[in-house]
């Protein structure tokens, strides 16, 4: 069974910084998309960065380009979030997610990528 689970988050002040895991197991797709969506309270979902595991590729939402880094170790199964210059808006709850092969890589040019695999969740609160 495919389990994502979150770590790092936590509170700091504006301007700080926080680096996500997720680490992963029983997931041994290769070429699929990941990554990292947020939920604000009465607020919807949003996606936030993805990566095209096989291709490397990035992409991100305007709220956190520039910001926020999505990255993978393949070797740790581990997909990480670095977030950096930290605002209020930030803070959320984050999830890691993930889809099934990626049989389309422009599935995955997109920050809302329509994972199937979802982790529990990690709070990330920002104060001014």
């Known amino acids: 069974q495919v389990r994502l689970v979150e770590s790092g988050g936590g509170s700091v002040q504006t301007g700080g910084s926080l680096r996500l895991s997720c680490k992963f197991s029983?997931?041994?797709?290769?070429?699929?998309?990941m990554g990292w969506y947020r939920q604000a309270p009465g607020k919807e979902r949003e996606g936030i960065a993805s990566i095209n595991t096989g291709a490397w590729t990035t992409t991100y939402a305007d709220s956190v380009k520039g910001r926020f880094t999505v990255s993978q170790n393949k070797a740790e199964n581990t997909l990480y979030l670095q977030m950096n210059a930290l605002k209020p808006e930030d803070t959320a709850m984050y999830y890691c997610?993930?889809?099934?092969?990626?049989?389309?890589?422009?599935?995955?040019?997109?920050?809302?990528?329509?994972?199937?695999?979802w982790g529990q969740g990690t709070q990330v609160t920002v104060s001014s």
């Open positions: 997610a993930a889809t099934r092969r990626l049989w389309y890589p422009d599935l995955c040019a997109t920050t809302e990528f329509h994972p199937v695999y």
């Open positions: 029983d997931y041994t797709e290769t070429r699929a998309c």
